[in-house]
């Protein structure tokens, strides 16, 4: 996949999926606009990728929906949207080290200290609660002071003026970890943000795992190649060679400033708060840049850019622990369903146990036998209802720290109750109740058309019920 980048992306989705990419010319502002569109083509269950060629008050045209959708998502990874899962799998067992060069398209435009403006860029807002144009389809960079091992993440932005930017890092998450050092060491915390981003970097960045682990070498694997990387401007960081914009800058310690509100990914605003921010250094970018932008709150594009990796990172991580883990869904915020293959008493718990450990995210975990369809959580409801006994089967851990977002934490503070329910069959699947079932030899023999006639009485096409999307972060 050499030289692949965004704009080869969007070369590829025009060519191979033509109604997944849709340009349009039209004058459109920055201001709710996009996200109305966005939003009445969900209504109509439609997530192609716009291009909006004339954005008000900006240079810059804008792309949303770039990971809208598994199939595009997948014909960006090069496989079927169904081996989606096995690839991001295989890219975490195959990492690939980044490669250096000297000459990157991103440098084509440079624009250091006072010629920097931000504003510049499309200031977009999304709904009526956010306090201000926000950048939400920015993949943050930054080093760990003691090893250098780099981390990547998405992490929402607060255009706060011409070189100045909000920034909301989840506290215990690894860039809220690395910044922790740098004010640990009175030093400031170097950073770059990477817009227009091919999806294979997309979903690398998102990599849920271990502290040490360089999502750039996820991104690498997710490729098959490595992802070409050059000196940045400004900072001691080496940033994607063929990202469409890279903004440059530091976050100095103990220094806040009001951060939000802004409507998030759970379906609730989340309000001002004093925080770090973000010293603007350097902006580059490439001829007639393309600004990368994902919609915020619970839109279709950034739920499924979170389920993406995060269900096969759980997956790999649960099974290297415990290989009686047959699969995982997130199927809401904050929440996880597994099934096991049980072969022991109270291995359920232990599973509840390692998947909060997996992840901060999970709040709630719910394990199931493998008999259980966890695309279906009607299934999975019905599991809770006959399998499991609360005093037996419910675990508690009070108090634990969680993300702050989640808008029922307690007093304010970002911890949570994690709550597993261990919804598998006592003692065992093979020894539980008896499931009734008709005898296979009567349903071989009965066909449906000899009763009730060729439409059984239906006039319509029998409506298929689709599994909700998954989402959570
Ligand atoms: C579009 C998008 C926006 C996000 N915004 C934020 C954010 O503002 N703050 C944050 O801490 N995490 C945010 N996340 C989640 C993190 O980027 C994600 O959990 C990432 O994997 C964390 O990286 P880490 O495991 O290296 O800490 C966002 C995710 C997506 C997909
Ligand atoms: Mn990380």
Not at 113 to 131: A, E, F, N, S
Not at 345 to 373: N, P, R, S, Y
Not at 427 to 437: D, N, R
Request: aromatic share 6%; net charge negative; hydrophobic share 35%.
């Amino acid at each position: 996949m050499l030289g692949k980048d965004f704009r080869s992306f969007l070369e590829e989705v025009k060519e191979k999926h033509p109604s997944n990419y849709i340009e349009i010319d039209k004058e459109i502002s920055p201001l709710y606009e996009t996200t109305a569109i966005v939003t009445k083509l969900e209504q109509q269950k439609r997530t192609p990728i716009l291009h909006f060629k004339n954005v008000k008050d900006t240079e810059f045209s804008v792309v949303v929906n770039t990971c809208a959708s598994r199939t595009t998502v997948a014909l960006g990874l090069g496989v079927d949207k169904r081996e989606l899962p096995q690839k991001y799998r295989d890219a975490l067992n195959n990492l690939i080290e980044p490669n250096l060069v000297k000459e990157a398209p991103v440098q084509e435009i440079i624009q250091v200290g006072d010629q920097v403006d931000i504003m510049k860029l499309p200031q977009m807002r999304y709904h009526d609660t956010d306090g201000a144009p926000y950048i939400s389809g920015g993949i943050v960079m930054a080093k760990d002071p003691d090893t250098g091992s780099y981390n990547c993440s998405y992490d929402r932005l607060m255009m706060k003026g011409s070189r100045k930017l909000g920034i909301y890092m989840t506290p215990g998450k690894h860039l809220s970890q690395i910044y922790e050092k740098a004010e640990q060491r009175n030093e400031p915390m170097q950073l770059a943000i990477a817009l227009g981003n091919h999806p294979a970097w997309c979903m690398g960045a998102l990599f849920i795992g271990p502290y040490d682990t360089d999502e750039r070498h996820v991104m690498g694997g997710l490729m098959g190649s490595p992802l070409d990387v050059v000196q940045a401007q400004t900072v001691d960081l080496q940033v994607p060679a063929r990202s469409e914009i890279i903004i440059e800058g530091e976050i100095l310690p103990f220094e806040r400033e009001e951060e939000g509100p802004y409507g998030e990914f759970t379906g609730y605003s989340a309000g001002q708060v004093p925080r770090p921010f973000i010293n603007v250094k350097a902006i580059t970018h490439r001829q007639g840049a393309i600004f990368q932008d994902i919609c915020g709150g619970p839109h279709r594009e950034l739920l499924l850019m979170s389920t993406i990796p995060m269900e096969p990172s759980i997956l790999d991580f649960l099974q290297k622990n415990i290989p009686a883990v047959q699969s995982v869904r997130c199927p809401a915020p904050f929440t996880l369903f597994v099934s096991i293959k049980k072969s022991r008493d109270g291995q359920a718990k232990q599973v509840i146990l390692t998947a909060f450990a997996a992840d901060m995210q999970v709040k709630h975990c719910v394990v199931v036998d493998d008999d259980i369809d966890l695309t279906n959580s009607q299934a999975v409801i019905q599991a809770i209802a006959t399998r499991a006994q609360g005093d037996r089967d419910l675990i508690m851990i009070k108090g634990v720290s969680h993300d702050e977002l989640d808008p029922s934490r307690s007093e304010g503070k970002p911890i949570s109750d994690k709550v597993g329910i261990d919804a598998t069959a006592k003692p065992s699947l093979e020894i539980f109740a008896a499931k009734p079932k008709v005898p296979a030899e009567v349903m071989d023999r009965i066909n449906l058309e000899d009763y009730i006639g060729k439409n059984g009485g239906k006039s319509s096409r029998e409506s298929q019920e689709t599994p909700s999307e998954t989402v959570t972060r």
